[in-house]
C-alpha cells in the first residue's frame, strides 16, 4: 500500500486514539467499506423497482409457466 507521509501520520493518530494497530484500523475501515458497497447493490434495486413503470395488469404466472420454454 503506498499513501503520502501526511495521510500515513493522520491514519496512525486515528488508530492510537482508538487504541488499534495502524493495520487493525485499516483494516476494519477497509471491511466496513466493502460490507457498504456490497449492500449498495440491493438498495440501487429497490431503488429501481420502487421507480419502475411496468404492470402486469393484474395477470398472475404459475412457476411452471414462467420457466416453461416456448
Not at 14 to 30: G, M, P, W, Y
Not at 35 to 42: F, H, I, V, Y
Amino acid at each position: 500500500m503506498v499513501m503520502d507521509e501526511q495521510t500515513l501520520t493522520l491514519g496512525r493518530q486515528c488508530a492510537q486514539k482508538r487504541n488499534l494497530s495502524f493495520d487493525i484500523f485499516v483494516a476494519q475501515l477497509i471491511q466496513r467499506e466493502v460490507k457498504t458497497a456490497s449492500n449498495d447493490w440491493a438498495e440501487h434495486l429497490f431503488s429501481l423497482i420502487d421507480k419502475s413503470t411496468g404492470s402486469s395488469d393484474g395477470q398472475k404466472w404459475t412457476r411452471d409457466e414462467i420457466h416453461e420454454r416456448r
